[in-house]
């Protein structure tokens, strides 16, 4: 991650942004051989619109049935297969459905160990006043609060005043308090944050949350990643006991994500818990994409 960060970031750029891209682009690099050692199938970079994430759970889903229907893991079993998944966070492993043909939907993966960084941080945030949030670990952090304490709602409030009053957020909790990662400083960096309609104890309904990372990109998923450290949060606060299954809403696209706490472990000085969460992801299509050495703007541009 940090070798392609400082001599291939022209490729990232060329594909994520404008005009291969768009402001939303998401992308996984998939690398095979020494990379993928320890016993993975295969390992994956992650890319988008500013950088480089370290975990991203909804395309895990989509590199799980990726890699079982274009042969990329040997003899896969039916029902089900699993793919193990080397992240920049760790080792991740999906289960795909698997016929013996082509792969299927949901698919669920195994996270990372997954923990509260911090919980009921008093942040100033300029512009909206002093607000609570929790920091939870799920494979990258974020910051979780309820939008009604920025005066909105995450289900109906406007798409541009969430992102604007998540990415305050997010600029504050990165100035207010320092993140500390168990195995690698390379990864503790507060990658955004998650508006919430406030639901965090376990409820057969479902809970909408928004997430918006990087350079104020919005998910347009509940966020792999974003459920798996929400379970941690609702886990380690009591809200939730292990095995209970919760339903993840994205306020963007109003598809739905399940998340529950497998089993407690350790993680540094963190208690933690290893999460289940289970999706769908579709193919869309495939593409070439070309680069002209003498296209000036061949390594793409970005309008804000």
């Known amino acids: 991650r940090r070798e392609v960060a400082a001599t291939h970031d022209h490729v990232r750029r060329a594909l994520m942004h404008e005009p291969r891209g768009h402001a939303g682009m998401y992308g996984a ?115 979780f609060l309820n939008a009604e304490q920025l005066g909105l709602d995450v289900c109906t409030s406007k798409t541009r005043d969430l992102v604007s009053a998540a990415s305050a957020v997010t600029e504050a909790v990165k100035k207010q308090f320092k993140l500390h990662h168990p195995e690698s400083e390379d990864l503790a960096f507060l ?57 993840f809403r994205s306020s963007t696209t109003g598809s739905l994500f399940t998340g529950k706490a497998m089993k407690a472990t350790k993680f540094g000085n963190y208690n933690a818990v290893i999460v289940e969460v289970s999706g769908e992801a579709f193919y869309t299509g495939t593409a070439t994409f070309t680069v002209e050495e003498e296209d000036p703007l061949k390594h793409g541009f970005f309008f804000k």
């Open 191 to 247: 990658y955004g944050t998650i508006l919430t309609d406030g639901k965090d104890a376990f409820s057969e309904e479902p809970t909408t949350n928004i997430c918006v990372f990087a350079d104020e990109q919005v998910d347009r998923s509940p966020t792999g990643s974003g459920v798996t450290a929400r379970i941690a949060l609702q886990y380690h606060k009591g809200l939730i006991q292990l095995d209970q299954t919760r339903t």
């Open 29 to 143: 690099v998939v690398v095979r051989g020494g990379a993928a050692a320890d016993g993975a199938h295969l390992a994956v970079l992650f890319l988008h619109g500013a950088g480089y994430s370290a975990m991203c759970g909804h395309a895990v889903m989509a590199l799980g049935r990726f890699a079982l229907d274009y042969g990329l893991v040997p003899a896969p079993t039916r029902p089900e297969t699993a793919v193990r998944l080397r992240c920049p966070c760790g080792l991740v492993t999906a289960f795909v459905p698997w016929d013996g043909h082509r792969s299927g939907n949901p698919v669920r993966f195994h996270s990372v160990p997954a923990f509260a960084a911090a919980t009921d941080l008093a942040i100033d945030v300029p512009g909206y006043g002093k607000v609570v949030v929790d920091i939870g670990y799920g494979g990258t952090f974020y910051a």
